[in-house]
DNA sequence: TGAACGGATTTTGGATGCATAATACATTTG
DNA sequence: CAAATGTATTATGCATCCAAAATCCGTTCA
């Protein structure tokens, strides 16, 4: 049978709040409600204060006193350095993965890039982008490092708004899986040196579309 | 005039008990009883449950439902992955300080490592650990990357107990003052590669530095 | 006409109250 | 005597209440 699932109120509504701000049902820079939410959700203040004090430490969400929440509205700024530190823990994961990562593990990933190179010969845009998640996953969980899978996740939260959004061009796309190539072969190897490097340079691609296609959205809030 | 402080009760809580935790009154893996708090600091119980939402969500503080908060207890592990994080954080504090640092801001770190030396060659451990901090703080605040500075605050103050504890050794002490050697030499020619592989490496002594000194301590908790 | 003032309304911050889950402890029972 | 059970106590989770701050809005006055 399956564990008892003990979850506090606040924490259902952090997860809800999260996943409306991620949809964008509740708009970048948006006002926050609590009265408006309270009745949504149908619970009273006090959870979804506390809800959205850890929303607000996981940079969801802005504070001010007396004055109410608002969805944190990202500069495009902000989304380039998140983009900088999120390849710099990549290339960690990349670098402790081929410490500790199992032949299996290996294996495992081998094959996720067999099936993402064929949705790239296909030109399908989603499940590539799909399995690709899941092979920069693998290495995060091949890192064993939790501290790290936890920082990683929390900023990817942060922008998971604008990846959304994301356009890839027909350069960017080939450049990416031509890392990847490089990657599998510095894995295979156990080069956690070259593997990292790689993987530091890599996400860095990703974030020049970022900023392509969000030129738009952002740049809108002070700051 | 000073800027009018807006600061609300749970903030104040917060840091107050981070401080608690800091300075070891409140023992690792200790229950945190709200009642004992409340009254301590004065205070109803929410902003303090507020306050521990939030500590909880910065990795300070455990949070069991219907079971109350205990202080994290930090393994050996967790204690190493998160200098290999944080390593990671200032190797690439160091790439993008190249990229955006000024000349006064080198010439102050240039002044600082001076007086860091001093300090070595005095055998002044606590003067160097002090000045050596606010070399490495200059670096992130040259990175002009907010994020990582708020990611790399937050795991310095998740260790910063440990830190405390920590033991100088000699041939360490040597290596560290010689990293540092290094890195001036890579600021100077803003090569940010080169800063930033010196960096990534250089915590990872003060991480054996961590783990010698806390085998007693840690290990304690299950995890 | 528009900036400034002032009261009414809304919203936030913090304290308190109440129901329920967890813990402690005494009692029972094998 | 130890394990188990039941009861009393305590602590937690959530709702509600109240005071203070911010916002709204109509009026006044330059």
Redesign the interface.
């Known amino acids: 049978m399956s564990k008892i699932q003990?979850?506090?109120l606040?924490r259902e509504v952090a997860d809800r709040v999260r996943k409306l701000i991620e949809h964008g049902e509740l708009a970048p820079g948006e006002r926050i409600s609590e009265k408006q939410l309270c009745e949504q959700f149908g619970v009273s203040r006090?959870p979804l204060?506390?809800a959205l004090?850890?929303l607000?430490?996981?940079?969801l969400v802005l504070l001010l006193?007396?004055r109410g929440a608002r969805v944190v509205q990202l500069t495009l700024k902000?989304v380039k350095?998140?983009y900088?530190?999120m390849?710099?823990?990549e290339?960690?994961s990349g670098e402790?993965a081929c410490q500790h990562i199992s032949d299996d593990e290996i294996e495992a990933i081998v094959a996720l890039h067999e099936r993402m190179l064929g949705h790239y010969r296909n030109r399908e845009l989603a499940e590539y982008f799909e399995v690709n998640r899941k092979i920069h996953e693998s290495l995060l969980a091949a890192s064993r490092?939790?501290?790290?899978q936890?920082?990683y996740n929390n900023?990817s939260q942060r922008v998971k708004r604008v990846r959304y959004s994301k356009k890839m061009t027909d350069s960017f796309w080939r450049q990416a899986v031509n890392d990847h190539e490089n990657m599998i072969s510095a894995l295979k190897k156990r080069d956690g040196k070259q593997l990292g490097q790689i993987l530091r340079n890599h996400l860095c691609n990703k974030l020049e579309i970022a900023s392509l296609s969000d030129e738009h959205a952002d740049d809108t809030l002070p700051g």
Chains 1, 2 share one sequence.
């Open positions: 003990h979850r506090n606040y006090t204060r506390e004090k850890v607000a430490s996981e940079g006193p007396n902000t350095d998140t900088d530190l390849g710099a823990l290339g960690l402790l490092n939790e501290v790290l936890e920082m900023l």
